[in-house]
């Protein structure tokens, strides 16, 4: 990131960078008269930004944007932010992806801190916590090199609306028509000038950036044909906010456990591979053995999915194009989700050198593929022994 010419960015990038050096996990909390923001951070990530006078209104416009089919939960599960647990939810269902959740987290950050930022001097404050760091927390979380590109958008909205010579105009107002505006026929304006919308609203009806529509209301405001008033924000979508329930960070979906028709456990192993022959060769040796099968092609946005569903093993290709194995395990291992589940590096490489590595990574042991039915069971009964009732029952 280049250097910033905006004292409040240049501040905070460094207060950011700071904390994600130090793996900071709390709230940074940002205020200004009655203006509160509050940054979450996970282990030096960022979670979510809460603004606290217009925080659904930029809740409505982020899922709005980025994923405006969702039907998002009305029930919580876990704690504040509410925000972060309903995109907890969407992402364990597979109703959004990882980057549609992220995509909301940066709107809503962009958003908070350009407010912020346009104040005359805001005062920073942190608050450290000791929470639990989930792995599905750090994939739904923003990391420096994603705030990064936030924070000059952030100061390039704010040379832009300097140059405009905007500053005095708060974004989270809404423009109103006095009756000498009403006077004129303009359809457009009265539909969105009527005291139920802010300024960021108007914006992402008309799909205009804000500099230019805030530009263009001006002469109006001037003409008397409008004002700018401060309106409330919506309802929350949650009726009732536990103060006292755990974090969301801390929380792992319950898998449900599978049982075939006589009571039996049926194991479940994830098999994260990029091939799609890889995966059917694999499900073709797991699946008359008695296993559930979970496909992961794109481990990065099929995480949630395996966090919700907890494996009892898996089998983790070591070269994928979008995903380095030997990152992938080390992942997983520094997260008790995952601490003792077994995992197996499948891959093409078998030389010491590679052997070793995945050992240094947490990996319980090394097959070579494609491999053979009986090497895999074989290996299988080593890490699942509960399981060897139903292998031994496939090899009789």
């Not at 549609?100 to 450290?128: F, N, P, R």
């Not at 989700?337 to 010491?352: C, M, N, R, W, Y």
């Amino acid at each position: 990131m280049s250097t910033s010419t905006d004292p409040f960015i240049t501040d905070l990038t460094k207060d950011l960078d700071r904390l994600h050096q130090e793996k900071a996990t709390g709230e940074m909390i940002l205020s200004y008269r009655d203006m509160s923001i509050t940054l979450y951070l996970l282990a030096g990530r960022l979670q979510y930004a809460v603004d606290k006078n217009y925080r659904v209104r930029r809740w409505k416009r982020a899922t709005l944007q980025h994923c405006r089919d969702w039907q998002i939960p009305t029930q919580m599960l876990n704690s504040q932010p509410w925000e972060y647990d309903f995109l907890y939810q969407g992402l364990s269902k597979s109703q959004i992806t990882l980057e549609q959740a992220k995509a909301i987290i940066k709107s809503v950050t962009e958003e908070c801190l350009y407010e912020m930022g346009l104040m005359a001097q805001a005062e920073k404050k942190w608050v450290a916590h000791d929470r639990v760091k989930s792995t599905f927390s750090y994939f739904l979380s923003l990391s420096l090199a994603e705030i990064h590109p936030v924070l000059t958008q952030i100061e390039e909205m704010h040379t832009e609306w300097s140059r405009e010579n905007l500053q005095a105009l708060n974004l989270s107002l809404s423009p109103v028509l006095t009756e000498k505006g009403k006077a004129i026929p303009n359809p457009a304006l009265q539909k969105y000038l009527n005291g139920q919308f802010t300024l960021w609203d108007v914006a992402l009806q008309l799909k205009q950036p804000i500099s230019r529509v805030a530009r263009s209301l001006i002469p109006w405001q001037e003409k008397g044909l409008l004002e700018f008033k401060t309106i409330a924000d919506l309802p929350a979508p949650v009726e009732e906010i536990s103060e006292t329930a755990p974090s969301v960070s801390n929380v792992t979906p319950l898998k449900a456990i599978a049982h075939d028709s006589k009571g039996n456990k049926e194991y479940l192993i994830a098999c994260i591979d990029d091939s799609p022959i890889v995966i059917h060769n694999l499900k073709s040796i797991l699946t008359p053995a008695g296993f559930r099968v979970l496909s992961i092609q794109e481990p990065m946005a099929g995480f949630a999915l395996l966090i919700e569903q907890k494996p009892d093993l898996i089998l983790l290709d070591l070269n994928m194009p979008n995903a380095n194995g030997y990152s992938i395990c080390k992942f997983l291992r520094e997260t008790p989700v995952f601490g003792k589940t077994p995992i197996i590096i499948l891959t093409a490489q078998d030389s010491s050198i590679d052997r070793t590595r995945a050992k240094l990574v947490g990996a319980n042991d090394f097959i070579s593929k494609p491999p053979s039915t009986q090497a895999l069971i074989d290996l299988i009964k080593t890490y699942l022994p509960q399981a060897t009732k139903t292998l031994d029952h496939l090899a009789g």
